[in-house]
């Protein structure tokens, strides 16, 4: 970023200016039918009304458990779903429920990152191949050829330009992510979303992916929304973190105010059940044990989605459905009793 | 087996462990040269990559490799007996009964067709000799420990009605069955939610107080290691590179590989405005391994060890006090890098 | 359970009137359609020789001028009801359920083919036996002993048996096995004694046929069996099985053939549903009088309402084949029961 108002720290991104990505009460239902008529009987609510802005160059994590929606979140921004509700703003466009061909030329601006490198790369196509298809699809003429294109690619995400004509399955893991990444960056596009960019990665290029994304991010003016279940990557990735819990987003917050000072009861939970890889302070951790597991999206609880497991959940948190709200600045909370805040109880 | 073996005085004593599979490709020497002692009540965490040669040690203390196509020699000491010249029928006996194992994915490592009840049912029955309704009865009582709610309607149930957690909870019951005093977990928490793996975690500490079983723990998880652990042992290319007590290897970790893990893992805990260090490279093939020390490719200090690191491979030595260390960077130089270059950027992280 | 079986019976009912519907449209659209007239029809109900004049009322009096549904809807009729069909002399009863009535041999198709059918379920009963025995033992014991002398020679035996043809196999058996050469142990074609009758005679007279056709199907299944056992032998749960400390034959049979023999169930279930709807080749082979040769003959004589019973007779089975495998999959796999 060179813009003078963002030079300093990262949080300081002033939030009057136009968000690259406005998502409005976003909600995703999938109709789940029964019996020979195809009755639809309920619907499973992947994502249930979110909401939130994504800042030109920043990166927005949205963490959660399996079931929470984060993917499902990724694919409704990027129209690979279609939203049941809600609006997705990209650059002042609404796509919400835009058509493929209208969309097609914004999609050069919007691209996806997928978990598993193995499965995402065709194995009978060359990675000049691979890498080379958007320019070919969104019909682009480049300069020197696509040849001397996908070459410059290859090189700025750290593979060898001459390995042009090789197949995915002579790549280890980590190379074929970023070889996920090179096609990524071909159009060179405003928005990534990355869905569990590095989770199938071994621990040790974990790390060279994550530098990789952070460079890129830098080199590129690139804006990341990243989806993933690690706590720990998606602090170290993030400027803003999102927690979303069955469909819902339970807390939205700068990252350090996120993690240091959680406010909601789930976000606490989910921060002390990581397992830290440090034996000082072992056992004088405070921990939150959450009972039972994560309920299924087919029949979630009513009012607060986190009730049926909140150690602090009362008669309220039952029957009215606490909203979004900003409790401190640049910090927005869902909870009828959060945490880490003074005893001011609304209303 | 040589006549000249003296039999291990520890519960658990490996010796030299290789496990070497021939293949069309070359011969793929997944575990070459294992050695460890564990006793009672204690906790073995064995870290590494994919390839390291981790679960194919479990699966081999297990004497779960075929015969046919694995070749496995040194020596396996548990509580006095030895394994691997033991008969397959002698090792099966005490599989499920002296040492029993939890894996990954629970979903697959239960059968889809019989239910939860019945599998336990079963790896009661081999070992004793009860009618079906004693066992059973067993099996709820081990469902209720395990912190499965409505054990005697849930026994039987099919492991694809319960959930997640709940199933691998039901795992533990089947291992812990027969009271076993070796439990080996091979990436229990791995395919499992972060909350969910927290109460599994809890859970396993709290049943290992209560059995006093010995357990090993394999993972590439470094958190979940240092939860649990009492002794770490790091593994690469199929041989330990680091062994140590748990705040050896977090306090004062002596092998780059380490260094390079704990590098690589962005931190929960901490506010970071480094980039991660991570370890250049990919883990090796195992069908070809690196002459000499197989980290030296991607090791940084490679060229301080004066050309040994392609020519030949390091000793296990042992750096004071039972911390053990395979590298050929003598231990002041390794201490310099530690606290001048490595330390100050993994506390910055 | 109840509801899903009600719905599979509803299913099955619908599947068997659309088959009907095109049974029906191949033997008496199709032929509108390429040029047939009424007349054309009729004439071979009243033989060739007759005259234009007697082919038009034949026509008429046998309905062939009527729109197609109104024959289709009597078709069905005659199904449920019964029919009358009045072919100039006289008229026919034709009791339900009438699935037509052979103008050729004077004859109501229905007991034609109850009289077919015992030879045709003979054949197919003892042929299953046979080659889920042969199959499947010899598939598990080639995936457990994978490279083996035994296991190359069962597949290379599974290979010829899948590629050579039952008319191939059944005339070299009957070649060596029977018309009085040295071998010649086993009875001739052309013999059924039925199993009341004289048990040892029927087996006797079947055993060429049964093997001729099982060793076709148990190729198939050996094969079909050795991939099942091999990918469920390297399922997690087997390593788990084995870690429980059970015996080898047990984490075999208990655990290994019970995941690979399920799929198998669905198999078994249509190939003998369509067998018992006819096995033509085998039964034309040995010149057996069943379903089958039964079909072949009416298809040789242009005779039409045995050709499309003996259809509709075969759909039942396959249809009922499907509904049966159905069920059972739900009783073999829990995770089908709940869905």
């Given at each position: 970023?060179?813009?003078?108002?963002?030079?300093?720290?990262?949080?300081?991104?002033?939030?009057?200016?136009?968000?690259?990505?406005?998502?409005?009460?976003?909600?995703?239902?999938?109709?789940?039918?029964?019996?020979?008529?195809?009755?639809?009987?309920?619907?499973?609510?992947?994502?249930?009304?979110?909401?939130?802005?994504?800042?030109?160059?920043?990166?927005?994590?949205?963490?959660?458990?399996s079931?929470?929606?984060?993917?499902?979140?990724?694919?409704?921004?990027?129209?690979?779903?279609?939203?049941?509700?809600?609006?997705?703003?990209?650059?002042?466009?609404?796509?919400?429920?835009?058509?493929?061909?209208?969309?097609?030329?914004?999609?050069?601006?919007?691209?996806?990152?997928?978990?598993?490198?193995?499965?995402?790369?065709?194995?009978?196509?060359?990675?000049?191949?691979?890498?080379g298809?958007?320019?070919?699809?969104?019909?682009?003429?480049?300069?020197?050829?696509?040849?001397?294109?996908?070459q410059?690619?290859?090189?700025?995400?750290?593979?060898?330009?001459?390995?042009?004509?090789?197949?995915?399955?002579?790549?280890?893991?980590?190379?074929?992510?970023?070889?996920?990444?090179?096609?990524?960056?071909?159009?060179?596009?405003?928005?990534?979303?990355?869905?569990e960019?590095?989770?199938?990665?071994?621990?040790?290029?974990?790390?060279?992916?994550?530098?990789?994304?952070?460079?890129?991010?830098?080199?590129?003016d690139?804006?990341?929304?990243?989806?993933?279940?690690?706590?720990?990557?998606?602090?170290?990735?993030?400027?803003?973190?999102?927690v979303?819990?069955?469909?819902?987003?339970?807390?939205?917050?700068?990252?350090?105010?996120?993690?240091?000072?959680?406010?909601?009861?789930?976000?606490?939970?989910?921060?002390?059940?990581?397992?830290?890889?440090?034996?000082?302070?072992?056992?004088?951790?405070?921990?939150?044990?959450?009972?039972?597991?994560?309920?299924?999206?087919?029949?979630?609880?009513?009012?607060?989605?986190?009730?049926?497991?909140?150690?602090?959940?009362?008669?309220?948190?039952?029957?009215?459905?606490?909203?979004?709200?900003?409790?401190?600045?640049?910090?927005?909370?869902?909870?009828?009793?959060?945490?880490?805040?003074?005893?001011?109880?609304?209303? | 087996?040589?006549?000249?073996?003296?039999?291990?005085?520890?519960?658990?004593?490996?010796?030299?462990?290789?496990?070497?599979?021939?293949?069309?490709?070359?011969?793929?020497?997944?575990?070459?040269?294992?050695?460890?002692?564990?006793?009672?009540?204690?906790?073995?965490?064995?870290?590494?990559?994919?390839?390291?040669?981790?679960?194919?040690?479990?699966?081999?203390?297990?004497?779960?490799?075929?015969?046919?196509?694995?070749?496995?020699?040194g020596?396996?000491?548990?509580?006095?007996?030895?394994?691997?010249?033991?008969?397959?029928?002698?090792?099966?006996?005490?599989?499920?009964?002296?040492?029993?194992?939890?894996?990954?994915?629970?979903?697959?490592?239960?059968?889809?067709?019989?239910?939860?009840?019945?599998?336990?049912?079963?790896?009661?029955?081999?070992?004793?000799?009860?009618?079906?309704?004693?066992?059973?009865?067993?099996?709820?009582?081990?469902?209720?420990?395990?912190?499965?709610?409505?054990?005697?309607?849930?026994?039987?149930?099919?492991?694809?009605?319960?959930?997640?957690?709940?199933?691998?909870?039901?795992?533990?019951?089947?291992?812990?069955?027969?009271?076993?005093?070796?439990?080996?977990?091979?990436?229990?928490?791995?395919?499992?939610?972060?909350?969910?793996?927290?109460?599994?975690?809890?859970?396993?500490?709290?049943?290992?107080?209560?059995?006093?079983?010995?357990?090993?723990?394999?993972?590439?998880?470094?958190?979940?290691?240092?939860?649990?652990?009492?002794?770490?042992?790091?593994?690469?290319?199929?041989?330990?590179?680091?062994?140590?007590?748990?705040?050896?290897?977090?306090?004062?970790?002596?092998?780059?590989?380490?260094?390079?893990?704990?590098?690589?893992?962005?931190?929960?805990?901490?506010?970071?405005?480094?980039?991660?260090?991570?370890?250049?490279?990919?883990?090796?093939?195992?069908?070809?391994?690196?002459?000499?020390?197989?980290?030296?490719?991607?090791?940084?200090?490679?060229?301080?060890?004066?050309?040994?690191?392609?020519?030949?491979?390091?000793?296990?030595s042992?750096?004071?006090?039972?911390?053990?260390?395979?590298?050929?960077?003598?231990?002041n130089?390794?201490h310099?890098?530690?606290?001048?270059?490595i330390?100050?950027?993994l506390?910055?992280? | 359970?109840?509801?899903?079986?009600?719905?599979?019976?509803?299913?099955?009912?619908?599947?068997?009137?659309?088959v009907?519907?095109?049974?029906?449209?191949?033997?008496?659209l199709?032929?509108?359609?390429?040029?047939?007239?009424?007349?054309?029809?009729?004439?071979?109900?009243?033989?060739?020789?007759?005259?234009?004049?007697?082919?038009?009322?034949?026509?008429?009096?046998?309905?062939?001028?009527?729109?197609?549904?109104?024959?289709?809807?009597?078709?069905?009729?005659?199904?449920?009801?019964?029919?009358?069909?009045?072919?100039?002399?006289?008229?026919?009863q034709?009791?339900?359920?009438?699935?037509?009535?052979?103008?050729?041999?004077?004859?109501?198709?229905?007991?034609?083919?109850?009289?077919?059918?015992?030879?045709?379920l003979?054949?197919?009963?003892?042929?299953?036996?046979?080659?889920?025995?042969?199959?499947?033992?010899?598939?598990?014991?080639?995936?457990?002993?994978?490279?083996?002398?035994?296991?190359?020679?069962?597949?290379?035996?599974?290979?010829?048996?899948?590629?050579?043809?039952?008319?191939?196999?059944?005339?070299?058996?009957?070649?060596?096995?029977?018309?009085?050469?040295?071998?010649?142990?086993?009875?001739?074609?052309?013999?059924?004694?039925?199993?009341?009758?004289?048990?040892?005679?029927?087996?006797?007279?079947?055993?060429?046929?049964?093997?001729?056709?099982?060793?076709?199907?148990?190729?198939?299944?050996?094969?079909?069996?050795?991939?099942?056992?091999?990918?469920?032998?390297?399922?997690?749960?087997?390593?788990?099985?084995?870690?429980?400390?059970?015996?080898?034959?047990?984490?075999?049979?208990?655990?290994?053939?019970?995941?690979?023999?399920t799929?198998?169930?669905?198999?078994?279930?249509?190939?003998?549903?369509?067998?018992?709807g006819?096995?033509?080749?085998?039964?034309?082979?040995?010149?057996?009088?069943?379903?089958?040769?039964?079909?072949?003959?009416?298809?040789?004589?242009?005779?039409?309402p045995?050709?499309?019973?003996?259809?509709l007779?075969?759909?039942f089975?396959?249809?009922?084949?499907?509904?049966?495998?159905?069920?059972l999959?739900?009783?073999?796999?829990?995770?089908?029961?709940?869905?």
């Amino acid at each position: 970023m060179n813009s003078p108002e963002s030079a300093g720290e990262a949080a300081v991104k002033a939030p009057t200016r136009e968000p690259l990505l406005a998502v409005t009460g976003l909600a995703k239902h999938f109709p789940v039918t029964k019996g020979l008529l195809k009755r639809q009987v309920g619907a499973v609510k992947a994502v249930d009304g979110v909401s939130f802005e994504v800042f030109k160059g920043e990166t927005l994590g949205l963490v959660g458990e399996s079931g929470c929606g984060k993917t499902t979140t990724g694919r409704l921004i990027t129209r690979l779903v279609e939203p049941t509700g809600g609006s997705v703003v990209f650059e002042g466009h609404d796509i919400t429920h835009m058509s493929q061909s209208r969309i097609r030329p914004l999609r050069r601006d919007m691209q996806m990152i997928f978990q598993d490198p193995y499965s995402s790369l065709n194995p009978r196509h060359t990675v000049g191949a691979i890498v080379g298809a958007p320019f070919r699809i969104q019909g682009i003429k480049t300069e020197h050829g696509i040849k001397k294109a996908v070459q410059e690619l290859l090189a700025l995400v750290g593979l060898n330009p001459e390995h042009y004509n090789r197949y995915p399955h002579e790549f280890s893991g980590g190379q074929r992510q970023r070889i996920g990444i090179a096609r990524t960056l071909a159009l060179k596009p405003k928005l990534i979303v990355a869905d569990e960019p590095v989770s199938a990665l071994d621990v040790s290029i974990q790390a060279q992916v994550v530098n990789l994304l952070e460079d890129l991010q830098n080199e590129l003016d690139l804006t990341y929304v990243v989806i993933a279940h690690d706590l720990s990557v998606v602090r170290h990735i993030s400027d803003r973190v999102a927690v979303m819990y069955l469909g819902k987003i339970m807390e939205l917050a700068d990252r350090r105010d996120l993690y240091e000072t959680p406010r909601h009861p789930y976000t606490t939970a989910l921060l002390s059940a990581v397992p830290i890889p440090d034996t000082r302070g072992r056992g004088s951790r405070t921990r939150v044990r959450l009972q039972g597991d994560v309920p299924s999206p087919l029949n979630p609880p009513a009012a607060c989605r986190f009730s049926t497991r909140c150690w602090k959940a009362d008669e309220i948190c039952r029957t009215v459905e606490p909203p979004l709200v900003e409790l401190a600045p640049r910090h927005q909370v869902a909870c009828h009793f959060p945490e880490n805040t003074p005893a001011v109880q609304p209303g | 087996m040589s006549a000249e073996t003296t039999p291990s005085d520890a519960f658990l004593e490996l010796r030299d462990l290789r496990i070497h599979f021939p293949t069309d490709d070359g011969l793929v020497k997944s575990v070459d040269g294992l050695s460890f002692r564990l006793e009672r009540g204690k906790t073995l965490g064995i870290v590494g990559e994919s390839g390291s040669g981790k679960s194919v040690t479990s699966l081999g203390i297990l004497g779960l490799h075929n015969r046919k196509n694995a070749r496995v020699s040194g020596e396996i000491w548990l509580d006095g007996a030895e394994l691997v010249s033991s008969t397959q029928e002698y090792v099966r006996g005490l599989r499920g009964k002296r040492m029993a194992m939890i894996f990954q994915d629970p979903l697959s490592a239960m059968h889809p067709y019989y239910t939860v009840g019945n599998q336990i049912i079963e790896a009661y029955r081999v070992h004793h000799r009860v009618s079906k309704a004693v066992a059973r009865k067993h099996a709820i009582e081990m469902l209720g420990r395990v912190g499965i709610p409505n054990p005697a309607q849930r026994v039987d149930d099919y492991p694809h009605q319960f959930s997640g957690g709940m199933r691998q909870r039901a795992m533990i019951a089947m291992a812990l069955c027969c009271d076993p005093e070796l439990l080996i977990a091979d990436e229990p928490t791995t395919a499992l939610d972060v909350t969910v793996q927290a109460q599994i975690l809890d859970l396993m500490r709290d049943l290992q107080r209560d059995f006093n079983a010995a357990l090993i723990i394999i993972t590439h998880d470094l958190g979940v290691v240092a939860e649990l652990s009492d002794d770490i042992l790091v593994m690469y290319g199929g041989k330990c590179v680091e062994y140590g007590t748990a705040e050896n290897i977090f306090e004062t970790p002596e092998h780059p590989y380490t260094w390079g893990l704990l590098g690589s893992m962005p931190r929960l805990d901490r506010e970071s405005t480094e980039r991660l260090l991570p370890i250049k490279g990919s883990p090796p093939s195992l069908i070809n391994i690196p002459p000499g020390c197989a980290f030296h490719p991607r090791c940084s200090y490679a060229d301080r060890t004066g050309g040994k690191g392609s020519a030949e491979v390091p000793e296990l030595s042992e750096v004071r006090g039972g911390h053990k260390v395979r590298c050929h960077l003598p231990a002041n130089e390794r201490h310099a890098i530690w606290e001048s270059e490595i330390k100050p950027v993994l506390e910055a992280q | 359970m109840v509801t899903y079986l009600i719905r599979r019976l509803i299913g099955a009912v619908i599947m068997l009137l659309i088959v009907s519907m095109a049974t029906f449209a191949i033997f008496f659209l199709v032929p509108q359609i390429a040029g047939a007239t009424p007349e054309g029809m009729a004439s071979r109900y009243v033989g060739r020789t007759a005259s234009a004049e007697d082919a038009k009322i034949a026509a008429d009096r046998l309905g062939f001028n009527d729109p197609l549904v109104v024959q289709y809807g009597r078709f069905i009729k005659g199904i449920v009801a019964g029919a009358e069909f009045d072919y100039g002399p006289g008229v026919e009863q034709c009791p339900p359920p009438c699935l037509g009535y052979s103008f050729i041999t004077r004859q109501p198709v229905w007991p034609d083919l109850l009289d077919r059918l015992p030879v045709t379920l003979s054949l197919a009963v003892g042929a299953a036996v046979l080659w889920l025995i042969i199959g499947l033992s010899t598939g598990v014991i080639s995936a457990l002993r994978r490279g083996s002398v035994f296991d190359r020679a069962a597949m290379t035996l599974a290979l010829a048996g899948v590629s050579l043809p039952i008319f191939f196999t059944g005339l070299i058996s009957l070649l060596v096995f029977s018309y009085g050469n040295p071998f010649a142990v086993f009875a001739q074609g052309g013999h059924y004694t039925p199993i009341t009758e004289n048990p040892g005679e029927w087996a006797y007279n079947l055993i060429l046929p049964w093997i001729t056709l099982a060793f076709l199907f148990a190729a198939q299944y050996a094969r079909l069996t050795r991939a099942g056992m091999l990918e469920t032998m390297g399922e997690d749960y087997i390593r788990t099985a084995r870690a429980k400390g059970l015996i080898e034959r047990t984490v075999v049979v208990k655990h290994g053939m019970r995941g690979a023999l399920t799929p198998i169930v669905t198999i078994f279930g249509l190939d003998f549903g369509l067998l018992v709807g006819g096995a033509v080749l085998t039964e034309s082979t040995y010149s057996l009088p069943g379903l089958g040769k039964y079909a072949i003959d009416a298809i040789t004589n242009n005779d039409l309402p045995k050709v499309m019973g003996v259809t509709l007779l075969s759909a039942f089975f396959v249809v009922f084949a499907n509904l049966i495998v159905d069920l059972l999959y739900a009783v073999v796999d829990p995770r089908v029961r709940l869905s």
